[in-house]
């Protein structure tokens, strides 16, 4: 069963950076495509960031270099590293992997960019 943990979420100024992590349980990221998503309050669920096996990235378009998508296979972990946060960066972020078909969400974990 898979199973995904996001953490590193927390309160920020406008400016500032946080690192969300992403560790699997019941798979290889190196083997799948992971996915950074976010719901804002009152928004629906938006593709942030994605890495594919290939290693490619793709981000969304107001996230562009700002943010960076990683993956460490060695510790299994995918990593969303967020530089000059705006407030309408504020959300739960959830990371997601499609295995055989099936979804996988985390948790989530909130994200506060705020003065």
């Known amino acids: 069963q898979v199973q995904l943990v996001e953490s590193g979420g927390g309160l920020v100024q406008p400016g500032g950076s946080l690192r969300l992590s992403c560790a699997a349980s019941?798979?290889?990221?190196?083997?799948?495509?992971t996915a950074w998503y976010r719901q804002a309050p009152g928004k629906e669920r938006e593709l942030v960031a994605q890495i594919f096996r290939s290693g490619n990235t793709y981000y969304e378009d107001s996230v562009k270099g700002r943010f960076t998508i990683s993956r460490d296979n060695a510790k299994n972990t995918v990593y969303l590293q967020m530089n000059t946060l705006e407030p309408g960066d504020t959300a739960v972020y959830y990371c997601?992997?499609?295995?055989?078909?099936?979804?996988?969400w985390g948790q989530g974990t909130l994200v506060t960019v705020s003065s």
């Open positions: 019941g798979t290889s990221f190196v083997s799948l495509s």
């Open positions: 997601n992997v499609v295995k055989n078909g099936a979804s996988t």
